[in-house]
């Protein structure tokens, strides 16, 4: 019989058609909130990163290879940071080459080789 007003029918087609936006926009809010949970956890667990001028740093090779060696690395060294961009991007200078080229902070890390071989002690068992 409902179908048979149409007044009635048009009162209760839009009061579907609200319910309708307010679904929508719910669900658009809990998006956000998921998104913005889910970045804040992320950024959490990314570490921080600063250089500093004349810091040597580990470049990493990200070019996709087809039958990789296992045990090679893919950090290579001899870097040495010219300058360090506000946001995030660092010069770097070969070592062996002079060359200066700019790249992302997130393909860097920071080289501790030198201290390393600083604090190595040999001792003779006789």
């Known amino acids: 019989m409902l179908n048979f007003d149409n ?14 936006e307010e679904f929508r926009t ?10 913005e949970n889910t970045k804040k956890w992320h950024d959490q667990k990314l570490a921080r990163r600063e250089f500093i001028e004349g810091q040597k740093v ?12 296992k045990l090679k690395s893919r950090w290579s060294c001899s870097f040495t940071v010219i300058k360090a ?29 030198d201290s390393l071989d600083e604090q190595r002690v040999n001792y003779t068992l006789s």
């Open 7 to 20: 007044q009635a029918a048009g009162k209760r087609r839009l009061l579907q058609l609200n319910e309708l």
């Open 26 to 35: 719910q669900a658009y809010e809990n998006s956000k909130i998921y998104k």
């Open 58 to 69: 580990l470049l990493y090779n990200s070019r996709l290879k087809f039958f990789p060696e």
């Open 85 to 113: 961009f506000p946001y995030g991007h660092v010069e770097l200078m070969e070592d062996k080459t002079q060359r200066t080229f700019t790249v992302n902070g997130h393909r860097l890390k920071h080289y501790l080789g």
